[in-house]
């Protein structure tokens, strides 16, 4: 019989089996519904010797059977038990060979967990629109890191998990550890303080990659690294930060933030390093490729010699065919000698004519350098000359507005007590006293009585000196 390969291949009228059936609901189902999270009372508990748990979900309406496999069942952080709330990340699914409907349990925790997860998304949406995880921002790993930084408990599995991994891949590189809390209150302010001293020793330390690492756990076990502080001191830290926190379905809002995200912390020590491994590989592959190709080198070199045994001569006729060969090279290597002789010598003596036309004349050069210095000498004593015939001219003009000229011709000036220069025999009363200048000291005198009309004082400022008779 013809089983078809899906549903929409089924014709009218044609017979499909229980299992192609079973198989084909299957597909539908988990095709149809994602990985989502459900929530009731664990009813029914079975824990099979093999370490996988069968229980029944159920709320006041309705039930569903659930399975967890041995690997996800031992890795639930706390005890299930019968009568517990809790909420469950499951696929739904189908078990074949009975045609039961069920649950594909991945992860459990306890009811109202929901509560830290709507938390958390919030957070995450307000860090990406900030451009916290902008992909753009991740710096790559160091293919060859010095030594390696990593933050997590001294006590947690995590912690020797990254040395056993590291010890295994690349023995050599040093790690030095950040201890630190990685759960309960305080702990994300810790694990943000461990980060900034990791990247402020980074010099010290020779470390040029971090990893922030943890175990497994729930929602509630891994809140330390769903903070924002510790975000941030992700992104400020100078080295570039690889998270391995929990599971591979574990994610907190530390991954979003990390350069690089790990499954596991083993996972984690494993992409730091990467490079050593890699190279490792490399040179395996190459050592293999280099011993074929030797082989093939010594097959080949075996084949041809027993070409060239077969074509052997006598050694004396290989000895005449050598030396005439000898003789024709020395003939040949003599007469490319000469032309290559001839040839230099030709450069030589067309080079030797191009140097002579383009040699300076050097006495004519040194004429004509005499005879602008001489142009130059004669412009500048030109000059001087003209200069100094202006500031003599400029002199005299200046000598004939100096006051102490005006005075060497008998005049003085005449100034009232008050210091300033008499213009008008007016401003003057008998008794007043006055100072008369010349040209070679003054003298002190009082008015007995002047001539012309009296007038009101007035003041001048004293700015230009004015002349008067005496």
């Known amino acids: 019989m013809n089983t078809p390969r899906n549903s929409a291949e089924v014709k009218p009228g044609e017979v499909v089996s229980v299992s192609w059936l079973n198989r084909a609901a299957r597909n539908v189902l988990e095709e149809s519904f994602p990985l989502m999270w459900i929530g ?65 349990v991945e992860a459990i ?48 599995a995590a912690w020797r998990d990254v040395t056993a991994a590291l010890a295994r891949r690349a023995p050599h590189l040093p790690v030095t550890l950040y201890p630190t809390p990685v759960q309960g209150d305080g702990a994300p302010a810790q694990i943000a303080a461990a980060i900034q001293r990791a990247g402020r020793h980074a010099a010290r330390d020779g470390t040029d990659v971090l990893l922030l690492v943890r175990g497994g756990g729930s929602l509630e076990d891994l ?43 083993t996972a984690a020590a494993e992409l730091a390093s990467a490079g050593f491994v890699e190279l490792h590989d490399k040179l395996a592959l190459l050592d293999a490729r280099l011993t074929r190709a030797m082989h093939r080198r010594l097959e080949t070199a075996a084949q041809r010699l027993d070409r060239v045994a077969a074509r052997l001569t006598h050694p004396r006729q290989r000895l005449v ?42 006495a004519q050069r040194r004429a004509r350098l005499d005879n602008l210095a001489q142009r130059l000498e004669r412009a500048a ?52 006293g006055i100072r008369v200048e010349l040209h070679q000291g003054s003298v002190n005198a009082t008015v007995t009585a002047h001539d012309g009309p009296a007038s009101t004082p007035q003041t001048h400022s004293p700015a230009q000196p004015d002349c008067a008779g005496t």
């Open 40 to 104: 009731g009372e664990v009813s029914t508990l079975t824990r099979a010797a093999s370490g996988h748990v069968y229980f029944t979900l159920k709320d006041e309406q309705a039930q569903v059977r659930c399975t967890m496999w041995r690997n996800r069942a031992q890795l639930l952080p706390f005890r299930l038990e019968h009568g517990m709330r809790v909420e469950v990340r499951a696929l739904v699914s189908l078990f074949e060979p009975r045609g039961d409907y069920q649950l594909n």
């Open 109 to 156: 925790r306890h009811a109202g967990v929901g509560n830290l997860y709507e938390a958390f998304l919030r957070l995450k949406a307000r860090l990406e629109a900030e451009g916290l995880f902008d992909p753009a921002a991740k710096r790559a790993l160091p293919r060859f890191p010095r030594g390696v930084a990593v933050v997590s408990s001294a006590q947690a």
């Open 223 to 265: 809140a330390a690294f769903n903070d924002e502080a510790v975000a941030r001191a992700i992104r400020a830290c100078p080295l570039p930060v690889v998270v391995g926190v929990g599971h591979e379905t574990d994610v907190s809002i530390a991954d979003f933030a990390a350069d690089l995200r790990a499954a596991t912390p």
């Open 321 to 362: 065919q050598a030396g005439l060969r000898l003789e024709t090279l020395s003939h040949t290597l003599h007469a490319r000698m000469a032309r290559q002789l001839a040839a230099g010598e030709a450069r030589v003596n067309a080079l030797g004519l191009r140097l002579a036309a383009r040699r300076p004349d050097l």
């Open 381 to 432: 004593h030109n000059l001087l000359e003209r200069r100094r015939s202006r500031v003599d001219a400029l002199a005299q003009h200046l000598a004939h507005l100096d006051p102490r000229g005006v005075l060497a011709r008998g005049y003085s000036i005449t100034r009232n007590a008050a210091g300033e220069i008499v213009r008008d025999a007016g401003t003057l009363a008998p008794g007043d």
